[in-house]
């Protein structure tokens, strides 16, 4: 098993560009998410999905989009690269989304937009 | 609303001496607790979870942290540490039908 995988590792984007971050995860999860983490601040929810065609908003979801068209794979679509933006995102999967599910976090994957 | 704080932002310690990081919490039901460990350019990786069975909870890597509700406290222990365990710690709760609320993160150093 190779877990919570993410691509790119890092990448520099100009404003104004988009660019997809890639996240597979082969445990047969039905739950993904999507965080980012700035500098000396914990995790913020991005956008989850509970399932093949289904997404929902989670904390700081403008400025991006998500489809989720197979179990494995949950994109996040950056269109217009803003400085804000840059940040390190994570992606995670859970079996479940109750309150005591463990959620298996991605490598991360380190952006920076100027 | 649910909300956690940890209550050092870096912690430095000896090797072989004992860790502790320093987590409370607010929630309006009996939360989840969880504390994920994220070494440097790595991912969150579970330390252990408190999910309203034993009080004291024991992890891996030799950590532990004991749940006191009348405190609303989740710290996080370890005997000895070791120069491996440097890292950055999160605490995170969790109620039911909510996303996970995380903490600042507390930097761990540890000097030999």
């Known amino acids: 098993n190779a877990g919570v995988t993410q691509t790119p590792k890092f990448r520099i984007l100009k404003i104004g560009q988009s660019m997809t971050l890639q996240c597979t995860q082969d445990?047969?999860?039905?739950?993904m998410y999507w965080y980012r983490q700035d500098p000396g601040m914990g995790l913020k929810l991005i956008y989850y999905?509970?399932?093949?065609?289904?997404?929902d908003k989670g904390e700081v979801p403008n400025g991006y989009n998500v489809s989720r068209s197979t179990t494995e794979d949950f994109p996040l679509r950056l269109e217009l690269a803003a400085p804000s933006q840059t940040s390190v995102y994570f992606c995670?999967?859970?079996?479940?989304?109750?309150?005591?599910?463990?959620?298996?976090f991605g490598p991360g994957t380190r952006l920076l937009v100027l | 609303a649910q909300s956690v704080t940890q209550l050092d932002s870096h912690v430095s310690v000896s090797e072989g001496t004992p860790v502790l990081l320093r987590c409370n919490y607010s929630?309006?039901?009996?939360?989840?607790l969880f504390w994920y460990v994220q070494h440097p350019n790595k991912g969150l990786q579970l330390l252990l979870k408190?999910?309203?069975?034993?009080?004291l909870v024991k992890g891996i890597n030799g950590f532990e942290a004991e749940f006191k509700k009348s405190e609303t406290s989740f710290h996080l222990t370890k005997p000895s540490a070791h120069m491996s365990d440097a890292a950055e710690y999160f605490c995170?709760?969790?109620?039911?039908?909510?996303?996970?609320?995380f903490g600042k993160g507390t930097t761990l150093s540890v000097s030999s």
């Open positions: 995670a999967s859970s079996y479940g989304h109750g309150s005591q599910e463990t959620q298996y």
């Open positions: 445990m047969n999860h039905n739950y």
């Open positions: 999905s509970v399932g093949a065609g289904i997404t």
């Open positions: 929630s309006s039901y009996s939360p989840s």
């Open positions: 408190y999910t309203s069975a034993a009080t």
């Open positions: 995170v709760v969790s109620e039911p039908g909510t996303a996970l609320i």
